[in-house]
């Protein structure tokens, strides 16, 4: 029965435990962020809608350094510490935010004040955490590892998100009490971490070089170094593209979003309600869709699936919301399409791709992508997205249309240069 069920997921054997982890150590941290996130998003509708363009500026700003600090940093620190210093020092953060919103009268212009901070703060904690955790998943995983076991790890990202948007929608009445589940969770995943770190060692065929290349720094002090390896790369500067397309898909949808909920919901708690349940139902999609899907498809029918396709619905949804705006429904598929498709499909795409590059890339570049590239996108697309909602509020959906189409003709164009890295390498 045992051998039924791997053969049915595709692992091997003696890689069950080393997956189990992975799973659990991806869970925890979804679901850490999974608790965040409604919260930051209902805080957000505490002030103007015109006022999250700036929110999504300051995200970007703030990255921007914070990028730069944590490449100075990874330099001076051995890699299998680096996680840790991080981890930590979000969950000393979230300590402080925590106090502070217990403290701050919760109808006062101060607390209006310290929901932006922490908006601008759950962003550079989504990006920092996830990314990071990922690079050390693509340090011990190979290639046909990758293919076989990221959709089903990323499964682990879903049912983690399921979880903690399930506790979000049952203790909405908490508020900010649920930052304590938040910290509770981050917390475990630094545990499960050195789990992660021993399991990876003992099945490693070279022992000398695993422990080697984690007792290192993961290399030059230089801050741009990342991006100075991304201007010599055609196959990164599409990536960079890539990114910049889902990002600016995300920001338009994202902005609509918080129009219509802000008119369709009243009170802050219904709102932190409303965001749980639209994330509890993608993650919920998502997780199924991992476990039995994702695989299968990138092995039928190759990542030129899992990266261009969703670009193509998704445009096709755009041009769909045209014609049914302002309604809330249909808005609340195509999102949930958009989502869905992302976390089943995109993002393990996305991971695969940094398989075969080198350690600098899968930490340097991967951290640059997934902080100021990602952000800088957001941030360039809310302003973007603003300019076109004076002209008209269908002017923001035609071109997120556009966006979308080009955005999966770049999938395409990177699944198939990923094909030729790998055979290269092969």
């Not at 659990?24 to 998003?41: E, Q």
């Not at 703060?121 to 340090?139: C, K, R, Y």
């Not at 009243?266 to 349940?277: D, N, P, T, V």
């Not at 949930?336 to 996305?350: S, T």
Request: hydrophobic share 55%; glycine share 6%.
């Amino acid at each position: 029965m045992q051998s039924l069920f791997l053969k049915i997921l595709s692992i091997k054997k003696e890689e069950l435990w080393l997956l189990i982890w992975s799973v659990i150590f991806i869970f925890l941290l979804f679901a850490s962020y999974a608790i965040l996130r409604p919260l930051r998003d209902a805080l957000a509708l505490e002030g103007r809608i015109s006022d999250i363009k700036w929110l999504f500026l300051a995200s970007f700003v703030v990255i921007f350094f914070a990028s730069f600090i944590s490449i100075w940093l990874a330099s001076y620190l051995k890699r299998k510490n680096y996680l840790n210093i991080i981890y930590l020092f979000f969950s000393l953060n979230l300590i402080i935010i925590y106090i502070a919103m217990r403290l701050i009268d919760s109808h006062s212009e101060a607390f209006v004040s310290l929901a932006r901070i922490f908006y601008v703060w759950v962003s550079v904690f989504n990006l920092f955490i996830i990314s990071s955790a990922w690079s050390l998943l693509t340090d011990i995983f190979e290639i046909d590892s990758s293919k076989r076991l990221f959709g089903i790890i990323t499964a682990g990202a879903s049912l983690g998100a399921i979880a903690g948007a399930s506790m979000v929608k049952i203790f909405s009445n908490m508020g900010e009490n649920l930052i304590l589940l938040s910290i509770t969770f981050l917390l475990l995943a630094l545990g499960v971490k050195w789990i992660l770190m021993h399991l990876a060692y003992q099945l490693s065929t070279n022992k000398v070089e695993f422990k080697a290349r984690f007792s290192k720094s993961i290399g030059t002090k230089n801050p741009l170094s990342g991006f100075a390896l991304i201007i010599r790369s055609r196959f990164l500067l599409a990536f960079l593209v890539f990114i910049l397309l889902l990002t600016s898909v995300s920001t338009f949808l994202y902005m609509e979003q918080a129009r219509i909920v802000k008119e369709t919901f009243l009170s802050r708690e219904a709102r932190i309600a409303a965001f749980g349940y639209i994330d509890l139902v993608v993650q919920t999609a998502s997780f199924l869709i991992q476990i039995f899907l994702t695989a299968r498809i990138a092995k039928i029918f190759g990542l030129k699936w899992l990266l261009g396709m969703l670009g193509f619905v998704i445009g096709l949804g755009f041009i769909g919301l045209v014609f049914t705006h302002p309604l809330f429904l249909p808005f609340v598929v195509v999102m949930c399409l958009r989502r869905i498709g992302e976390y089943a499909f995109i993002k393990p795409g996305r991971e695969m791709l940094f398989v075969p590059l080198d350690s600098d890339s899968k930490y340097k570049v991967k951290n640059f992508f997934d902080t100021v590239v990602y952000r800088g996108g957001d941030a360039l697309s809310v302003q973007l997205e603003a300019l076109l909602a004076r002209v008209s509020i269908l002017a923001p959906l035609l071109v997120g249309a556009l966006l979308s189409f080009i955005w999966g003709i770049f999938g395409i164009y990177l699944a198939k240069k990923y094909e030729k890295i790998t055979n290269n390498s092969a």
